[in-house]
């Protein structure tokens, strides 16, 4: 069965520049969902869409920014990069249909900021 | 505003003991999901059960069982003769029902180191 797909599996920014995560949600899933985990840390919620609007908002520095495009396909910006940047990012996605949904989470991506 | 307690950071066993993962939350809502994950080494958070707040019926599932005691806010995970395998991170995380135009979102536990020595 499709999975949720990220891409790049890693990936090796300076400070200062900008990274792009994208993340390609199960097919027929409506909502996305973006984590980062630092390391040793437990993943927090930053960021997710419904139905290629914003949804939630969680604790995503506002130097990132994400988006849900037309085929439900979701990218996370992240611009000025910081070394306290660096950690895991997983996206997630969900069939948001009444309560009986869960997110199925991809592979994540790990980001080094050096 | 919810939070998910796992009070132990680390736990070792030696292969085929059993062992269990506590997972105390804290939620103001009495529709509630409660979930456990496993992060291997290699990173990916792989799912193990969701539970839903008005099943209390505990779960097996092979090697895996679920105690979930609304009375005591638990939803404990308990392996049975562990094996090497099993040693990763395991995360309890709760979520509660979206508002409107809302998607769900996990808390996370802080994660229980599990080794598990041959």
């Known amino acids: 069965a499709a999975g949720v797909i990220q891409s790049p599996r890693h990936l090796i920014k300076e400070k200062r520049e900008t990274a792009t995560l994208k993340c390609y949600p199960i097919?027929?899933?409506?909502?996305v969902y973006w984590y980062q985990q630092g390391p040793g840390q437990d993943p927090q919620f930053l960021i997710s869409?419904?139905?290629?609007?914003?949804?939630d908002k969680g604790s995503i520095p506002d130097r990132f920014s994400a988006q849900q495009f037309s085929d439900y396909h979701s990218e996370l910006n992240m611009s000025s990069l910081e070394l306290g940047d660096s950690a895991l990012y997983f996206c997630?996605?969900?069939?948001?249909?009444?309560?009986?949904?869960?997110?199925?989470f991809g592979q994540g991506t790990r980001l080094t900021v050096v | 505003a919810q939070k998910v307690t796992q009070a132990q950071t680390e736990i070792s066993v030696v292969e085929k003991e059993d062992v269990t993962l506590d997972c105390v939350y804290e939620?103001?809502?009495?529709?509630?999901?409660l979930f456990w994950y496993k992060q291997p080494p290699s990173g990916e958070l792989v799912f193990l059960i969701r539970?839903?707040?008005?099943?209390?019926q505990n779960e097996i599932s092979g090697r895996y069982s679920w105690n979930f005691q609304k009375s005591t806010s638990s939803f404990n995970f308990t392996i049975t003769a562990s094996q090497v395998v099993d040693s990763a991170v395991y995360f309890c995380?709760?979520?509660?029902?979206?508002?409107?135009?809302?998607?769900?979102?996990?808390?996370f536990g802080s994660g229980t180191q599990l080794t598990v020595l041959p």
């Open positions: 997630a996605s969900s069939l948001e249909q009444g309560l009986n949904t869960e997110a199925f």
């Open positions: 097919p027929r899933h409506d909502t």
């Open positions: 869409f419904y139905e290629k609007m914003q949804s």
């Open positions: 939620t103001r809502d009495t529709t509630y999901y």
């Open positions: 539970r839903n707040s008005f099943d209390e």
């Open positions: 995380a709760l979520s509660e029902p979206p508002g409107a135009g809302s998607a769900r979102q996990l808390t």
